[in-house]
T-cell receptor, first 114, second 114 residues
Framework: DTGVSQDPRHKITKRGQNVTFRCDPISEHNRLYWYRQTLGQGPEFLTYFQNEAQLEKSRLLSDRFSAERPKGSFSTLEIQRTEQGDSAMYLCASSYPSRINEQFFGPGTRLTVL | TQLLEQSPQFLSIQEGENLTVYCNSSSVFSSLQWYRQEPGEGPVLLVT?????EVKKLKRLTFQFGDARKDSSLHITAAQPGDTGLYLC??????????????FGKGTKLSVKP
């Protein structure tokens, strides 16, 4: 199966620690998106890349958050100095640039900040 | 303010019943997508509708996009326990310059009892 993969699936950390998540998109997709989903809510857009260029960032993406896609393939999302409010499911999705309506999601990384 | 309102929020029915869930907005969308999400997993794309008045069928699921492209519905015929999950609608607005931002509703949590 060549779907979107994310690692780790679960992360528990203490407040103040840094965490990094990885996303591997579907190989033919050059658009990659990050979303955050909290309990009882739908996913909320954070940022997206076309190839290695980060083209849009939501105001939800505070200064403590940084995302990279250095070679236009996998992406990482880092959260520095985690806070309890960062606890959420972090979802990655990918799409073809010509079919941006159809975003395919990975299984997510569940972050718990104690 | 939620741009996409989904109703009902929760729905519990018996196997074999029919149901309809709704996704409404006061804004016009260039397209709407329906996803199904199971606990601890990422959303799975079911369908994309792009033309006002469009109807798409996927086995026992029927999706409709409103004529004005502000609303959509999902109808399930003869629901089965395997249909249990969170149904999310998502879309891109026509009046935004964003090329990446999918806006999600909060979802309808469906439970089908055997």
């Amino acid at each position: 199966d060549t779907g979107v993969s994310q690692d780790p699936r679960h992360k528990i950390t203490k407040r103040g620690q840094n965490v990094t998540f990885r996303c591997d998109p579907i190989s033919e997709h050059n658009r990659l998106y990050w979303y955050r989903q909290t309990l009882g809510q739908g996913p909320e857009f954070l940022t997206y890349f076309q190839n290695e260029a980060q083209l849009e960032k939501s105001r939800l993406l505070s200064d403590r958050f940084s995302a990279e896609r250095p070679k236009g393939s996998f992406s990482t999302l880092e959260i520095q100095r985690t806070e309890q409010g960062d606890s959420a499911m972090y979802l990655c999705a990918s799409s073809y640039p010509s079919r941006i309506n159809e975003q395919f999601f990975g299984p997510g990384t569940r972050l718990t900040v104690l | 303010t939620q741009l996409l309102e989904q109703s009902p929020q929760f729905l519990s029915i018996q196997e074999g019943e029919n149901l309809t869930v709704y996704c409404n907005s006061s804004s016009v969308f260039s397209s709407l997508q329906w996803y199904r999400q199971e606990p601890g997993e990422g959303p799975v794309l079911l369908v994309t509708v792009v033309t006002g008045g469009e109807v798409k069928k996927l086995k026992r699921l029927t999706f409709q996009f409103g004529d004005a492209r502000k609303d959509s519905s999902l109808h399930i015929t003869a629901a089965q326990p395997g249909d249990t999950g969170l149904y999310l609608c998502a879309g891109r607005l026509t009046d935004r310059g964003s090329q990446g931002n999918l806006i999600f509703g909060k979802g309808t949590k469906l439970s089908v009892k055997p």
